[in-house]
């Protein structure tokens, strides 16, 4: 079984065909413990969001994305066409609470508001959590001095750099997009969720195999993507837009 990571293209790379979008929540929502872990009691992947829901969409291209990546990959943004092909589809993983009010449109890289497509409409969806868990030692994690996880369960930690990754088999019940245990703010995706995602060319999103994803968060790495935003020829620097 092969798993892969769903990922915001930005700021890593630029996808010439791709739709950027990504989104962030309303100040006015409501955030909540939805999930304890069962053995130590500590909350597994962070507060989430509670309907009602509002974001603010930033884009970077011109264009709406079908998915609004944010807020730690446990909680995201779908276009209705998404919404509509995954339930249509069989695969599991995604729990939609309702249509989002987008409060805001924040325009970046030189898109302009007046070449904007009409906007979809879009739903606030929960990524399932925490049923597969990440093998630190195999995945060569780094964790920050005292940060090591204390139960076996959640294994929550501070992770400073881990990759490449692997998810233990057995702790996998079959879900197509989830957050694992291990390793909260990234979304992993199945064999199967990628074909459709391809199939149906969902225009929002890199899809990285485990086995070449890596997380770096030292203060080395942290400075190098610091001048890659900072470097005009890289194309990331843009003149950002604020449209209200
Ligand atoms: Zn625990």
Same mark, same amino acid.
């Given at each position: 079984?092969?798993?892969?990571?769903?990922?915001?293209?930005?700021?890593?790379?630029?996808?010439?065909?791709?739709?950027?979008?990504?989104?962030?929540?309303?100040?006015?929502?409501?955030?909540?413990?939805?999930?304890?872990?069962?053995?130590?009691?500590?909350?597994?992947?962070?507060?989430?969001?509670?309907?009602?829901?509002?974001?603010?969409?930033?884009?970077?291209?011109?264009?709406?994305?079908?998915?609004?990546?944010?807020? *730690?990959?446990?909680?995201?943004?779908?276009?209705?066409?998404?919404?509509?092909?995954?339930?249509?589809?069989?695969?599991?993983?995604?729990?939609?609470? *309702?249509?989002?009010?987008?409060?805001?449109?924040?325009?970046?890289?030189?898109?302009?508001?007046?070449?904007?497509?009409?906007?979809?409409?879009?739903?606030?969806?929960?990524?399932?959590?925490?049923?597969?868990?990440?093998?630190?030692?195999?995945?060569?994690?780094?964790?920050?001095?005292?940060?090591?996880?204390?139960?076996?369960?959640?294994?929550?930690?501070?992770?400073?750099?881990?990759?490449?990754?692997?998810? &233990?088999?057995?702790?996998?019940? *079959?879900?197509?997009?989830?957050?694992?245990?291990?390793?909260?703010?990234?979304?992993?995706?199945?064999?199967?969720?990628?074909?459709?995602?391809?199939?149906?060319?969902?225009?929002?999103?890199?899809?990285?195999?485990?086995?070449?994803?890596?997380?770096?968060?030292?203060?080395?790495?942290?400075?190098?993507?610091?001048?890659?935003?900072?470097?005009?020829?890289?194309?990331?620097?843009?003149?950002? &837009?604020?449209?209200?």
């Amino acid at each position: 079984m092969l798993f892969y990571v769903l990922d915001s293209p930005y700021p890593v790379q630029k996808c010439e065909h791709f739709v950027e979008t990504e989104m962030f929540r309303s100040d006015s929502v409501e955030l909540k413990v939805l999930h304890l872990c069962p053995q130590c009691g500590g909350y597994i992947g962070g507060k989430i969001s509670i309907p009602p829901y509002a974001a603010e969409l930033v884009l970077w291209t011109n264009g709406f994305g079908d998915i609004a990546f944010g807020c *730690g990959g446990r909680e995201m943004l779908f276009t209705e066409r998404f919404k509509r092909l995954f339930e249509e589809s069989g695969l599991t993983g995604l729990s939609f609470q *309702g249509k989002v009010t987008i409060e805001k449109i924040k325009c970046m890289r030189g898109v302009r508001r007046k070449n904007l497509p009409v906007m979809p409409a879009y739903y606030f969806a929960y990524v399932s959590v925490g049923n597969a868990v990440v093998n630190h030692q195999l995945s060569n994690a780094f964790f920050d001095p005292g940060g090591e996880p204390t139960c076996n369960y959640c294994r929550a930690g501070l992770i400073r750099k881990i990759g490449p990754l692997v998810i &233990e088999e057995n702790s996998w019940d *079959g879900t197509d997009i989830f957050v694992p245990r291990g390793l909260s703010g990234t979304t992993i995706v199945s064999e199967a969720f990628v074909r459709w995602f391809r199939e149906n060319q969902i225009n929002n999103g890199r899809i990285i195999p485990t086995e070449a994803y890596l997380f770096d968060h030292t203060p080395e790495a942290f400075q190098k993507r610091l001048a890659m935003c900072e470097n005009p020829n890289e194309d990331l620097s843009g003149d950002p &837009e604020d449209n209200e």
